[in-house]
C-alpha cells in the first residue's frame, strides 16, 4: 500500500498536476479502480458524479478462522468537497458468505452508515479513508437460527481513475481530434505552403468597364378598389351591477370571510328546522382576490340579477333568476368582454 501511494504521487508529479496554483478540475463521471485494506482486502470501483454523490460497489475477502469470508458491498455517499479533499457522508450495505468447513455456511447481511476521507493527489490518483458502524444480521443455512451484532470497522485505500487518462498521455489528442473533425489531412498542416516567386515587373490590368443594359420602366400598379368601411356592430352597454345592501335583513347573519381570510361571504337565516339558508346578498373572489359573483338569494335560491367575472376582472357572465330558475336574457362574454351569445330562457328553463 506504501509502495503503490508513493507511485501514485510520483506519476502526479511527473504530469505536472500536484501544484498549489492549479485548481482540482474533475469531468462530471469520475469513474476508477480501487484496492483497499481494512476490516477486509478488497476491491472497489467507484463512480463520482458531478462532484457531489458517488456511487461505490466493491468486492472483499477476509481470512477468518482458517475459512475465506466473501464480501459484496455497495456504498452511495455524498461527497461535498473543500479543494482536492472530498469528505464521503452516506451508507453502505452488503451481503457476506463464510463457510468453515466446506459443509455448513452463514449467510449474513450488513448495513449501516459510513463516513470517509478522500484526497485527490490529482486528477487520477487519490487516497483516503472510511469507518463504518455496520449492523450484521446473521442468517445460517442448516440452522432454523439467527442472530445479529453491530460493530465498526476502518479501512485505507489508493484509487486510480480512468477518465481523462487519454488527455494526460497525449496531450495533442484534442488538437489532432478538431483536424480530423474538419477533414484536413494532418500531411498538409504539416507540410509548408509554397510561396511563388516575386517577378521583377508586375503588369498592371485595368479593369473592363461593364455596360449595364437599360431596362423599360416598370408598368404603375393598379389602385386597389377602396371598399367602404362597415361601421363595427355597436356594443351593449354592460347593465350596472347589482346594488346589494350592506346589511342582512333581520333575522339573518353574515356567514363566511372575504379575502384574505376567506373566498365567500352572504347572509343566511335559519329555516323552520334549524339550518342555515342562504337568504340575501351574496360575493364570491377568486384565489387572486378578484370578484367572481355577486347576486342575491331568496330562501336559499338565486333571486334577481346575477354578474359573474372573469379572472381578469372583465364579465363572464349576465344573468337574472326567478326563485332559482333562469329568466330573460343572458349574456356571454369573453375575457377581453366582447359578446359571444345571447341566450334568452323562459318559464320552462331551469
Given at each position: 500500500?506504501?509502495?503503490?501511494?508513493?507511485?501514485?504521487?510520483?506519476?502526479?508529479?511527473?504530469?505536472?498536476?500536484v501544484r498549489a496554483e492549479k485548481p482540482l478540475e474533475l469531468p462530471s463521471i469520475h469513474a476508477g479502480l480501487?484496492?483497499?485494506?481494512?476490516?477486509?482486502?478488497?476491491?472497489?470501483?467507484?463512480?463520482?458524479?458531478?462532484?457531489?454523490?458517488?456511487?461505490?460497489?466493491?468486492?472483499?475477502?477476509?481470512?477468518?478462522?482458517?475459512?475465506?469470508?466473501?464480501?459484496?458491498?455497495?456504498?452511495?455517499?455524498?461527497?461535498?468537497?473543500?479543494?482536492?479533499?472530498?469528505?464521503?457522508?452516506?451508507?453502505?450495505?452488503?451481503?457476506?458468505?463464510?463457510?468453515?468447513?466446506?459443509?455448513?455456511?452463514?449467510?449474513?447481511?450488513?448495513?449501516?452508515?459510513?463516513?470517509?476521507?478522500?484526497?485527490?493527489?490529482?486528477?487520477?490518483?487519490?487516497?483516503?479513508?472510511?469507518?463504518?458502524?455496520?449492523?450484521?444480521?446473521?442468517?445460517?443455512?442448516?440452522?432454523?437460527?439467527?442472530?445479529?451484532?453491530?460493530?465498526?470497522?476502518?479501512?485505507?485505500?489508493?484509487?486510480?481513475?480512468?477518465?481523462?487518462?487519454?488527455?494526460?498521455?497525449?496531450?495533442?489528442?484534442?488538437?489532432?481530434?478538431?483536424?480530423?473533425?474538419?477533414?484536413?489531412?494532418?500531411?498538409?498542416?504539416?507540410?509548408?505552403?509554397?510561396?511563388?516567386?516575386?517577378?521583377?515587373?508586375?503588369?498592371?490590368?485595368?479593369?473592363?468597364?461593364?455596360?449595364?443594359?437599360?431596362?423599360?420602366?416598370?408598368?404603375?400598379?393598379?389602385?386597389?378598389?377602396?371598399?367602404?368601411?362597415?361601421?363595427?356592430?355597436?356594443?351593449?352597454?354592460?347593465?350596472?351591477?347589482?346594488?346589494?345592501?350592506?346589511?342582512?335583513?333581520?333575522?339573518?347573519?353574515?356567514?363566511?370571510?372575504?379575502?384574505p381570510r376567506g373566498w365567500e361571504q352572504y347572509c343566511a337565516s335559519r329555516d323552520v328546522r334549524g339550518q342555515?339558508?342562504?337568504?340575501?346578498?351574496?360575493?364570491?373572489?377568486?384565489?387572486?382576490?378578484?370578484?367572481?359573483?355577486?347576486?342575491?338569494?331568496?330562501?336559499?335560491?338565486?333571486?334577481?340579477?346575477?354578474?359573474?367575472?372573469?379572472?381578469?376582472?372583465?364579465?363572464?357572465?349576465?344573468?337574472?333568476?326567478?326563485?332559482?330558475?333562469?329568466?330573460?336574457?343572458?349574456?356571454?362574454?369573453?375575457?377581453?368582454?366582447?359578446?359571444?351569445?345571447?341566450?334568452?330562457?323562459?318559464?320552462?328553463?331551469?
Amino acid at each position: 500500500m506504501k509502495r503503490l501511494t508513493i507511485m501514485a504521487v510520483t506519476l502526479c508529479a511527473l504530469a505536472g498536476e500536484v501544484r498549489a496554483e492549479k485548481p482540482l478540475e474533475l469531468p462530471s463521471i469520475h469513474a476508477g479502480l480501487g484496492m483497499s485494506y481494512g476490516v477486509d482486502f478488497g476491491f472497489d470501483v467507484p463512480v463520482l458524479l458531478f462532484e457531489e454523490f458517488k456511487l461505490e460497489p466493491g468486492f472483499g475477502l477476509r481470512h477468518l478462522n482458517s475459512a475465506m469470508d466473501v464480501r459484496f458491498n455497495l456504498g452511495l455517499f455524498y461527497t461535498p468537497k473543500f479543494g482536492r479533499l472530498f469528505l464521503n457522508l452516506g451508507l453502505r450495505s452488503g451481503i457476506e458468505y463464510y463457510d468453515a468447513d466446506g459443509t455448513s455456511g452463514m449467510l449474513s447481511y450488513l448495513f449501516g452508515p459510513a463516513f470517509g476521507v478522500e484526497y485527490f493527489l490529482c486528477t487520477h490518483f487519490s487516497i483516503g479513508g472510511e469507518v463504518q458502524l455496520l449492523v450484521t444480521l446473521y442468517d445460517y443455512r442448516d440452522e432454523d437460527d439467527s442472530s445479529y451484532e453491530i460493530a465498526t470497522g476502518a479501512r485505507v485505500f489508493v484509487r486510480f481513475y480512468f477518465t481523462g487518462l487519454s488527455d494526460l498521455l497525449q496531450p495533442d489528442a484534442e488538437k489532432q481530434q478538431v483536424i480530423e473533425s474538419k477533414g484536413i489531412d494532418a500531411a498538409e498542416v504539416q507540410r509548408k505552403p509554397e510561396v511563388p516567386p516575386k517577378s521583377e515587373e508586375t503588369p498592371v490590368t485595368q479593369p473592363k468597364r461593364q455596360v449595364t443594359p437599360e431596362l423599360p420602366p416598370e408598368p404603375e400598379p393598379e389602385p386597389e378598389p377602396v371598399l367602404p368601411e362597415v361601421p363595427p356592430e355597436p356594443e351593449l352597454p354592460e347593465p350596472e351591477l347589482p346594488v346589494l345592501p350592506r346589511v342582512c335583513l333581520p333575522g339573518s347573519e353574515v356567514q363566511g370571510d372575504a379575502p384574505p381570510r376567506g373566498w365567500e361571504q352572504y347572509c343566511a337565516s335559519r329555516d323552520v328546522r334549524g339550518q342555515l339558508v342562504k337568504n340575501g346578498w351574496y360575493r364570491s373572489w377568486y384565489e387572486s382576490g378578484e370578484l367572481a359573483s355577486v347576486g342575491e338569494y331568496r330562501d336559499g335560491q338565486r333571486d334577481g340579477v346575477w354578474i359573474f367575472f372573469h379572472s381578469n376582472g372583465r364579465r363572464r357572465l349576465e344573468a337574472e333568476y326567478v326563485a332559482g330558475k333562469k329568466r330573460g336574457s343572458w349574456i356571454f362574454r369573453d375575457r377581453e368582454g366582447r359578446v359571444l351569445r345571447r341566450e334568452s330562457f323562459g318559464d320552462e328553463k331551469e
